[in-house]
Nanobody
Framework: QVQLVESGGGLVQPGSSLKLSCSAS???????????VGWFRQAPGKQREGVSC????????YYANSVTGRFTVSRDNARNIVYLHMNNLKPEDTAVYYC?????????????????WGQGPQVTVSA
């Protein structure tokens, strides 16, 4: 069973940067290279939001309008790690962030398209 472990959350000031890491393990015969990976976030009282995703080939990526130009998703398939680079963070980026994976060729910002989820580190942006 594939497991995801996230790291990199924390408390930062507006305008700062953070890098979230999503490390995958438990693969039997394949690797994260064959999975699409999504990043989601959920703020208190709000629904889970698809923030970014990358297709299995890494050739197709998605960014929510609210993070376009500030967040970048990248993957290191050799190490089974996917990153979410977050720049120019704003207070409205405060949320619990989750990574998720599933087999599939194309990127998808829909939570229902993912099966395995990380534990969700807290990201807090506050002055």
């Amino acid at each position: 069973q594939v497991q995801l472990v996230e790291s990199g959350g924390g408390l930062v000031q507006p305008g700062s940067s953070l890098k979230l890491s999503c490390s995958a393990s438990g693969f039997v015969i394949d690797s994260i290279e064959t999975y699409r990976v999504g990043w989601f976030r959920q703020a208190p009282g709000k629904q889970r939001e698809g923030v970014s995703c990358t297709s299995a080939s890494d050739g197709n990526k998605y960014y929510a309008n609210s993070v376009t130009g500030r967040f970048t998703v990248s993957r290191d398939n050799a190490r089974n790690i996917v990153y979410l680079h977050m720049n120019n963070l704003k207070p409205e980026d405060t949320a619990v962030y989750y990574c998720a994976i599933n087999h599939g060729i194309f990127c998808s910002p829909r939570a229902a398209d993912y099966k395995a989820w990380g534990q969700g580190p807290q990201v807090t942006v506050s002055a």
